[in-house]
């Protein structure tokens, strides 16, 4: 059989990440909604005989009516297709959530417990799915000697965290559901598909399709949904379908060699050419001590371009010729040759040298990069 597989969506997610705000904000929680309609686009598209959602469907701390509605309408428009949800620890089931309030169409099947749980997908195939009841303190799914029950294929869905993919990717989740990767084979089960991780991942075992729609920056991979193929003898096939909507950059403006506030305005619409909402911009390099460079007059140009920017530095500094200032008979020569005499570890000395000079230069437009 055919399914296709999402999770990690976040309907009603805030966008503080990226400095939106009133509008702007609501374009991109509206993506999101379009990004699910597109995964609901694939199911036709590719004739798939079910939709698996692994969890973190939308935010429980902010979930809005008109969200529920809009869920319930756009999963009952597959009806006949199936529809199998295995809430995750931001959109955990209990008796307030959508998944308990809502009158769904007959073709969406909740999993309602913390332990997994079997249903018959197709003739020798069964799905074991479980959901979170609570937003935090979830046990592994498949532990405490769970085994799967029956011959033919089985398969999981649930939102968990893979251990050893937690460790290497090192993306500051909460291991949330912790297992490891040998807990599926060893209980019987063929395939796991999985919620929680953002970076899709593929195991010889598991599935991560990473969330569909950005969520924050950095983030690499392909945004979209798996098709998967499941065989009665339990191997799976996948492919990959990107269905994002928003685009998010990471940008990098390198402010060394730039001698003039006209090079920096150059250099920032080289790296926005053809590019749209929402862009982070790292600046680093030596700046010329002579240029400005404020970080609300650049977010303005930036924002001509893109709905939201944010700014940051990494190793941005003032290039100073301390060698040429120490010779000057000024203030600034006095200070520089007192600290380059006094016996001074070389980093504060560093660091001494250019708050002493910014301040003595009347610098401000550093500090709130």
Known sequence: MKIVHFADLHLDSAFAWCEASGDVARRRRDALRDALLAIVDLVRETSADALFCAGDLYEHDRVTLDTGKFLRQTFASLDPVPIYVAAGNHDWYGAESLYATEDWSDNVHIFREDTLRPVRLASGITLWGGAHCAPANTDNFLGDGFRVEGEGAHVALFHGAEQSWLAAQGEGKVPHAPFDTADIRNAGLDHAFLGHYHRPADGAHHTYPGNPDPLQFGEDGERGAVVATISAEGTVERERRVVAVTQVH???LDVTELTSRQQIRDALRAAADGLGGLARLTIGGDLEPSLDLHEDTI????LETFDAVQVRKSGLHLAYDLDEI?????????????VMDADLPTDERRRVLRMGLRALDGR???EVL
């Open 299 to 302: 977010r303005e140009q930036l």
């Open 326 to 338: 120490r010779e000057e008979p000024t203030v600034r020569g006095q200070f520089v040759r007192d």
């Open 364 to 366: 401000d437009d550093l």
């Open 250 to 252: 990471d940008l990098s």
